[in-house]
């Protein structure tokens, strides 16, 4: 069975602080799709990055990065120099291709950054 | 505007009458999906659709339906609603992109959302 986890239930920093939210998948299927989602407290979800399992390339965008390591099932993301902005509920999600795209979501951290 | 739109955004009924839940999407999205979120739990899919008339169960489909007439709208039918149905439900769409090579896959690129449809069932 598929399943993702993300262990951090709430993570509290001070602004300007680096964090890293932490992702772990379970999957045995070769090919699928790994994404991060962003919900604000406004509660819209925010799409912010895919990664397909058979590209490892790490990605930097601005204050965003991401480190999927395929050896250790884990796709986590770091923010650095926190923003106050940056709170919101994080969702790590994994898509597999069972001939339909079936898609499973973490529980989801739980960012504070305060001023 | 590209939008995932949802009607109605509340809802408060009661146990046993019939509702449904309507999802469009104006971006010519062959995948659509309806998801519910619950504390603690993240998002679980319910039913998802490949395209038109290609419908498939999540992971917690019971006491739900869904209908794919048109490409655009993904409905979401709960025939006899019930207090463990109260939940905060999402619509998604996507698009499919062929594969490359020989696999015969395609894949599936980010999920677009809807604002939400906050569902309480007394």
């Known amino acids: 069975a598929q399943k993702v986890t993300q262990a951090q239930t709430e993570i509290s920093v001070v602004e300007k602080e680096d964090v890293t939210l932490d992702c772990v998948y379970e999957t045995r299927d070769t090919t699928y799709y790994l994404f991060w989602y962003k919900q604000p407290p406004s509660g819209e979800l925010v799409f912010l990055i895919r990664r397909n399992s058979f590209d490892e390339q790490n990605e930097i965008s601005g204050r965003y990065s991401w480190n999927f390591q395929k050896s250790t099932s884990s796709f986590n993301f770091t923010i650095t120099a926190s923003q106050v902005v940056d709170s919101a509920v994080y969702f790590c999600a994994l898509t597999i291709n069972t001939g339909g795209f079936k898609t499973i979501f973490g529980a989801g951290t739980r960012l504070f950054v305060k001023a | ?122």
């Not at chain 2, 019971?62 to 609603?81: H, Q, T």
């Not at chain 2, 019930?82 to 980010?110: D, I, K, M, V």
Request: glycine letters at 8%; charged letters at 20%.
């Open chain 2, 1 to 122: 505007e590209a939008q995932v739109t949802q009607n109605p955004r509340y809802l408060i009924t009661v146990t046993g009458k019939k509702l449904t839940v309507t999802c469009s999407q104006n971006m010519n999205h062959e995948y659509m999906s309806w998801y519910r979120q619950d504390p603690g739990l993240g998002l679980r899919q319910i039913y998802y659709s490949m395209n038109v008339e290609v419908t498939d169960k999540g992971d917690v489909p019971e006491g739900y339906k869904v209908s794919r007439k048109e490409k655009r709208n993904f409905p979401l039918i709960l025939e006899s609603p019930s207090p463990n149905q109260t939940s905060l439900y999402f619509c998604a769409s996507s698009l499919r992109r062929p594969s490359f090579g020989t696999s015969g896959l395609s894949f599936l690129n980010e999920q677009f959302f809807g604002p939400g449809t906050r569902l309480t069932v007394l």
